[in-house]
């Protein structure tokens, strides 16, 4: 292979996060005008080219309708995560019980992990405190558990995040230790924390 054609390569595989870039940087300012895709464009090439990262290598396979469930199922933990966090704070007759969990991913994917990890992190009630990224391992605190069931459901839960995200944009051999794993399916475990 030649220098050109590995540049390319290189490119095209950079392109996604390019974009996302630029998306996001529209995102923040709330603009979706041509200035704001420009400046977005400006800003991905400096990041890029300043703060120099290891290639995120994609599996270029995305399923719409799994990225379609993931998107439902999480607006629904949103909601459903906000209103028991708010019942917990007003009911002044119980306690909510909290601990923190580990959660073993079954993935040997850090991009993976990172979805994981953000999407756990964004559902009121949970928050990721700590990550062994060697053993595959996130540590959850989480609110509203008061027994061995309830921490055995939240871990159950996040593990179900990673289904539904591997389902959505995993490479098919991270689909296969899903599967091997004896992964539940995106109806199993809740759309809960």
């Not at 899903?178 to 924390?193: F, K, M, V």
Request: charged fraction near 15%; hydrophobic fraction near 50%.
């Amino acid at each position: 292979m030649s220098p050109s054609t590995s540049v390319a390569s290189a490119v095209w595989r950079q392109l996604p996060f390019f974009v996302w870039l630029v998306a996001l940087w529209m995102l923040l300012w709330g603009q979706f005008t041509v200035l704001a895709a420009v400046t977005g464009l400006i800003v991905a090439i400096v990041v890029t080219r300043v703060f120099r990262l290891p290639p995120v290598e994609l599996s270029g396979r995305v399923n719409i309708w799994y990225g379609a469930v993931f998107v439902v199922m999480f607006f629904l933990a949103l909601i459903r995560g906000s209103l028991l966090v708010a019942w917990q704070t007003l009911n002044p007759r119980r306690y909510p019980g909290t601990a923190v969990i580990a959660v073993p991913l079954r993935t040997d994917d850090d991009l993976i992990m990172a979805h994981v990890g953000v999407t756990a992190s964004l559902i009121p009630g949970s928050l990721i405190v700590d990550v062994d990224r060697d053993r595959r391992i996130l540590y959850l605190h989480v609110i509203g558990v008061s027994s061995d069931r309830d921490v055995e459901n939240q871990r159950r839960a996040v593990q179900g995040w990673e289904s539904r995200i591997v389902r959505a944009v995993g490479s098919r051999a991270q689909l296969a230790a899903i599967r091997t794993a004896g992964a539940q399916s995106p109806r199993e475990g809740g759309a809960g924390r």
